[in-house]
């Protein structure tokens, strides 16, 4: 009998891709190339190699999700959002505690926002998992790099075509005040804001598969921050063996740089807990004998 397998990929953008030269189009303003903000070594392969495992495996995929990093350009992780103590700007990969803000190291540019960053970075920090990183300007709602790598776009479309099934788009990131790593839930909830809280109805729909594929980028962060709440949720509510539905697809995920170690304490971590980690062959393997499986078991006659 046919399984439930269901493909989730995590950010697959072209911001976070090292694309070559000609999957870069020219931007009509400037007359110049645009350019990935936040690319990830091996991202375009990583791409590459999914798209080919889902057009290739797409018969035996039941479902697919997509989820898409979507910021504005005012954002409490982007440059543009602070100012050093010299009136200097801040730069790409600069990392912001609450104390530094406190220390006026680093201010917010409006300075009524003072209580609402102070109020964020101490909870962020409570937390434990990140502190405030400032990023590139990337995947700007409405932009290029906003968009899905176009071979990974152009596979999934055929899977729609063929199955007549439509890929679920999960936006995040859209509120300016919380990072948001994770598909499923900000670092800091806004209590106001329902698209920052865990969202349950996704996960249960990803508890219902047999099988849960992930992908995407980047493995340091948004992979990451994601798996790790899934997982959480599912050892809560179904048991540790539930865990053993997830698989990291390995050869489709790649961490940012400077932070590989990140990464592959999070593999070793994941898969100590019982998710599996598979290369897109073997993840193939089992695609293709799903779609040879017979819909539903024969219903015997007397």
Not at 186 to 205: G, I, L, S
Request: aromatic share 8%; with cysteine.
């Amino acid at each position: 009998m046919k399984r439930n397998l269901h493909l989730l990929m995590i950010d697959p953008q072209n911001d976070f891709c090292d694309l070559p030269d000609s999957y870069c189009p020219t931007d009509p303003v400037s007359r110049q190339p645009l350019r990935p903000t936040l690319p990830v070594p091996g991202a375009h392969q990583d791409m590459l190699r999914l798209a080919t495992l889902i057009n290739r495996g797409r018969a035996g995929l039941s479902a697919i999700s997509v989820t898409l990093d979507s910021h504005h350009r005012f954002d409490i992780a982007h440059p543009g959002f602070w100012l050093a103590a010299d009136g200097a700007a801040v730069t790409p990969f600069t990392e912001i505690s609450a104390a530094d803000v406190r220390a006026h190291k680093f201010q917010p540019r409006h300075p009524a926002a003072l209580p609402l960053v102070l109020n964020y970075l101490d909870r962020l920090e409570a937390a434990g998992r990140y502190k405030l990183m400032v990023w590139p300007v990337h995947c700007e709602i409405g932009s290029w790099g906003n968009s899905v790598h176009a071979d990974v776009r152009a596979a999934y479309n055929q899977w729609e075509d063929a199955a007549l099934g439509m890929v679920a788009k999960l936006a995040k990131g859209s509120n300016p005040w919380t990072e948001h790593y994770s598909a499923v839930q900000a670092e800091v909830p806004d209590a106001d804001d329902p698209d920052t809280q865990f969202n349950f109805k996704f996960v249960r729909t990803l508890a219902e598969a047999d099988r849960i594929y992930v992908a995407g980028e980047a493995g340091s962060h948004c992979v990451k921050a994601t798996v790790e709440h899934i997982a959480d949720y599912f050892e809560q509510e179904y048991g540790a063996d539930a865990l053993r539905k997830l698989v990291l697809v390995t050869d489709c995920i790649s961490p940012v740089n400077g932070f590989a170690a990140q990464y592959h304490d999070f593999l070793a971590a994941m898969s100590a807990r019982g998710v599996q980690l598979l290369p897109s062959t073997e993840v193939l393997a089992e695609l293709l004998d799903n779609a040879s499986r017979p819909v539903a078991d024969a219903v015997e006659t007397a």
